[in-house]
């Protein structure tokens, strides 16, 4: 973003240049002289510039963000896996329920074929004589 306004800071919509008499921005170094004075790599953070520091500080929560994104693409891809195999499974779920429903009808429909036939069989038996159980 400050890259962005450094580039549009020439178009004829921009501000004038501020004229002021600030001091230049301190260090930590000015602030706490003898902070981390015996460790080279404290030393080395504690002497740059506070903008530095920021710049730091936004690049690496870019980075961070730019992982937090992989990590939930790579997330949201995963899910959408899963989702397609519970899909193709409750499919296949379908279509042997459809199955199972089919034969059920039919044998219900037989098993009904059936009755009528027995009782048939049965009443032409006991007109000829037969008395049953």
Known sequence: RFKKTLRFADSKFSCPPCICDCPPPFSLVKIAPYCGRNDPDLKQEMEK?????????????????????????ITFGEAKW????????????????????????????????????????EHRAREMGWEGE
């Open 49 to 73: 510039q506070f903008v530095d520091l920021l710049t730091e500080e936004l690049e690496l929560q870019e980075a961070v963000a730019e992982e937090h994104a992989r990590h939930m693409n």
């Open 82 to 121: 899963v989702a397609s195999q519970y899909q193709r499974e409750a499919e296949k779920c379908i279509a042997a329920t459809e199955t199972c429903e089919g034969a059920r009808e039919k044998a219900e429909a037989l098993l009904i074929k059936e009755r009528k036939l027995t009782t048939t069989r």
